[in-house]
Structures are given as C-alpha cells and as structure tokens.
C-alpha cells in the first residue's frame, strides 16, 4: 500500500516495513501516524549501535512506494507515563532565560571570544549572567573584555581562584583546537599540492 486510504490508519505499537522512493527499506514500531498530513513516526533500531538507544524516524508518506504490516498491534496499549509538569516548566524558563542571555551579549556588542567563554563557564557554574559588556559569576567575580583570566576581578579566594582556571582551561581548549585545525588545513594543503 502506497498510503493509507480513508479510514485506514497505523496502530501505535505495530511494527511496519516501508520503501521509500529512494530504495531504502525502513523498518520501526509506530509510534504516532497523523492522517491528515500521511506522517508516520517509527522507532528504530540504534543507528549508533547502543542497545539502550533507539532512532526516531519521521516518515512522509507522500514519498513511499510500499507499506507491509509485519505485526498489528491489537491489544490495548498500556498507559502513558505522567510527565513531571513543573520541572518541564523550570527546564523551559531556563533554557528562554539561556537564549535570552545569548540575545542579550549579541545585542550588546560582545565578541565571539567572550560570548563562547560565557557558555563554557554557564556549563559549570550556572550562576553566571551578562553585566554589560562583562561576565559577572556568582555575584562574586566579574571578567572584563578581552575576558582572559588577568581581567578576573573580585575578592580574592576560592571563587575567584576558580574562575581564573575555567578561563585559562577555556583559552587553552580553544587555542589547542585551532593549532589542529591548521594542522589539518595545511595537510590538506599537502595534499592538494603533492596530487596536482
């Protein structure tokens, strides 16, 4: 079947093989069908080969050739989990408040540099906000442009102290990065030329 006809549907919990019009054989639980739009949801096995992971696929079936049912699904489903309403709640304001944030140090002028090391030092200390142009952290330590770690300022002590390394680590992460990266630019490069 090229796709569902009117009152046809796929079961939640039915395992289908489908063809695409490009040849590739999908195979999957049915997780969600919308007849409306021919979407169909399939869970599939890894692609990454981890046995506690599953690949979700959308399928449109606008553009499949062929649908088999291996196995319909006819007894009831079991019931959905509850979801934990109010932390999916915390976890959206903070992810708008992160976003915010970001808008915030691109609407104000800051560098690249310092907009990077802001969300390597959030992924640690989450109390980090924009002041300005600066980083302040933990209300205790404010890091000026250019942000290395000699524009650390604030009582000195362990917060302090600590910042400083996040900031070195960040700048020795990054530099690190940017010596492989021309490494690999100037072996291409090699390359490029020894093949010409």
């Known amino acids: 079947m090229a796709a569902p006809g009117p009152g ?33 949801t399939l869970k599939c096995a890894p692609s990454s080969g981890k046995p506690n992971l599953n690949d979700v696929i959308l399928i449109n079936l606008a553009y499949v050739s062929e649908v088999d049912i291996i196995n319909d ?26 976003k915010l944030s970001q808008a915030y140090a691109i609407s104000a002028g800051v560098s690249a540099e310092g907009q990077l090391l802001f969300q390597t030092i959030h992924k640690t200390i989450k109390d980090c906000k ?5 980083i302040l ?30 900031v070195e680590k960040h700048f020795r992460d990054v530099e690190r ?3 492989v990266q021309r490494s690999q630019a100037q072996q291409t490069q090699k390359d490029t030329t020894l093949s010409s």
Not at 130 to 134: A, L, R, S, V
């Open 130 to 134: 924009w002041q300005e142009k600066n």
């Open 8 to 40: 046809e549907y796929f079961s939640v919990g039915s395992h289908v093989s489908c063809l695409t019009c490009l040849g590739q054989r999908l195979q999957g639980e049915v997780v969600a069908f919308d007849y409306q739009s021919k979407m169909l």
């Open 177 to 179: 990065q940017k010596s």
């Open 73 to 98: 699904r006819t007894e009831t489903l079991p019931p959905l989990a509850s979801l934990n309403v109010s932390k999916l709640a915390n976890r959206a304001r903070s992810e708008k408040e992160d």
């Open 137 to 166: 952290v933990m209300d205790d330590v404010v890091i000026s442009p250019p942000y290395q770690a000699d524009n650390c300022k604030g009582k000195e002590g362990s917060a302090l102290s600590h910042v400083r390394k996040i």
